[in-house]
């Protein structure tokens, strides 16, 4: 078994897709911008990261993400509007985003798929464990999955990746993982992983979701790794090889999550995901539900 050596403290956020289904709003705006309730969608996720320990936060970034970094710096003109105002409420959300962590940024020039831009962050992370979280899938606080899998990480060595329960009929929409139980009942030994493949051939209905820990030998193969599915370099088939072969890097293993996951990942999912959070606000929350029944009851 290998055991790691380092305390967790590095977090990569793959940033530089094109969000072409949210077209025509991320023509000239990052999709990871898009507001949730009153939030871009990549803060909920920075914050994530923060929450779970990590601080140290790498952003892998293309053309056109500059208000990505924007967002995450001071912005000393408007903290002087909101001062001279005596608005310390905003001011205290302005500063929030840009006092999270200690943010880093490399450009994915050539987006060869979500392989390649974690290997871009291999001159930041160096030779030590790290998270990676995709901003599609965004994790409720209350249910702190990343810190489960670093500790599962810092205990078993290796990799860790988050999967799910789906409906059979969807697994086809994400990547599936062969498993076998352990002492835990949310942890489970990844004996395989399959891109995307259709529910006759998936050998479970366990989807990977957008949350790994993985060990820096990852870097080693992704170097190696021919382009798969879509013509781009998948970070499923790296995870395939280190769970064959544990003296490459291994053992893979999965934190099955039950907890409140919000999927951004398409239009239907975003609007839901606003819906869901915005009802749990304290300070919109009991207005919102209101109104929302009204209009289900006299509207619908």
Known sequence: MTQSNSRISKAVIPAAGLGTRFLPATKATPKEMLPVV??????????????????????VTGRNKRPLEDHFDRNYELESALTRKGDADRLRMVRESSDLATMHYVRQGDPRGLGHAVLCAAPHIGDEPFAVLLGDDLIDPRDPLLSRMTEVQEREGGSVIALMEVPSAMIHQYGCAAVEPTGEGDVVRVTGLVEKPEPADAPSNLAVIGRYVLDPAVFGILRRTEPGRGNEIQLTDALQLLAEDEKAGGPVHGVVFKGRRYDTGDRSDYLRAIVRLACEREDLGPEFRSWLRRYVTEEM
Request: aromatic share 4%; net charge negative; glycine share 4%.
């Open 38 to 59: 009153d939030k871009p969608a990549i803060q909920y996720v920075v914050e994530e990261a923060v929450a779970a320990g990590l601080h140290d936060v790498l952003m």
